[in-house]
């Protein structure tokens, strides 16, 4: 095993630490006097993503984040951060909601994946997954994506359409688990450390690939700190992308994933 690639898996580590913070630590410290909604309006309500409205820097934001929760009662109640199609139709609900109030949407993205359960087969994951994709590219007020931990698959994606795409240093982001990877490739998921390599799903990897737009640093900094310089930032790109006319936004989020995977 080559040091780059004990590098990048290293990072696959770090980003699924069970002491990482996840979506509901950086709601519950940047936004204020938030409120959470329940409910798909269909079925149920998902515990494995918050959602609500709030106030950064006394302006009306709606944020949504994964969360997988920190005790074992907690994570199981949560499915440990894997959204069920309930917790994406929520999301789109009251993205749809932010569109129509003119309000910034915020997600914070870290999840495994999409929950893999037959019931949530069932219940409609791929479509409810499709829709998110399709209707986030055209809503009508800014979006901003931070990944704070595990960015994968699908289930992870399904928050990532937006006009700015955040990661967090020690953050990754990835259609398939390298794990997930190596079984398909090799036959052998030990290789998931070679797959980590190969999938280039480091936030340094995708900057340089522009398929994000700012990494945030961690270092030795507190969760505080990260926390502080994250907020900072989406207080800035909301302002700088809320002046903008609504067709150029659009025109520029549809560009931004256009562009993404073409060479030259």
């Given at each position: 095993m080559n040091t780059k690639s004990e590098g990048a898996y290293q990072k696959v580590v770090t980003a699924r630490g069970g002491?990482?913070?996840?979506?509901?630590?950086?709601?519950?410290?940047?936004?204020?006097?938030?409120?959470?909604?329940?409910?798909?309006?269909?079925f149920g309500d998902d515990a494995a993503i918050i959602g609500g409205i709030g106030f950064l820097r006394n302006k009306p934001v709606t944020v949504i984040g994964m969360e997988r929760g920190d005790t074992m009662e907690e994570r199981m109640r949560r499915n440990f951060g894997c959204p069920t199609p309930e917790g994406y139709r929520k999301a789109l609900r009251l993205m749809k909601e932010a569109e129509k109030f003119k309000r910034p949407i915020i997600c914070f993205i870290g999840s495994s994946g999409a929950y893999c359960g037959i019931d949530a087969e069932k219940r409609g994951q791929g479509e409810a997954i499709a829709e998110n994709l399709y209707e986030m590219m055209g809503l009508k007020t800014p979006i901003i994506s931070v990944i704070?931990?595990?960015?994968?698959?699908?289930?992870?994606?399904?928050?990532?359409?937006?006009?700015?795409a955040v990661m967090l240093e020690n953050s990754v982001y990835s259609?398939?688990?390298?794990?997930?990877c190596a079984s398909i490739l090799w036959k052998d998921s030990s290789k998931a450390p070679e797959a980590a390599e190969?999938?280039?799903?480091?936030?340094?990897?995708?900057?340089?690939?522009?398929?994000?737009?700012?990494?945030?640093?961690?270092g030795s900094k507190s969760n505080e700190e990260i926390c502080s310089?994250?907020?900072?930032?989406?207080?800035?790109?909301?302002?700088?992308?809320?002046?903008?006319?609504?067709?150029?936004?659009?025109?520029?989020?549809?560009?931004?994933?256009?562009?993404?995977?073409?060479?030259?």
């Open positions: 002491h990482r913070p996840m979506g509901g630590y950086y709601i519950n410290r940047m936004i204020d006097n938030f409120i959470e909604f329940h409910g798909d309006r269909r704070v931990g595990e960015g994968g698959s699908g289930g992870a994606l399904a928050l990532g359409v937006c006009d700015t259609v398939i688990s390298p794990e997930g190969a999938l280039h799903l480091t936030a340094q990897d995708l900057y340089r690939f522009k398929v994000i737009d700012k990494i945030i640093e961690e310089d994250l907020k900072s930032f989406i207080i800035e790109e909301i302002e700088n992308k809320s002046k903008l006319p609504t067709d150029d936004l659009l025109k520029l989020r549809y560009k931004k994933f256009r562009k993404i995977g073409v060479c030259g």
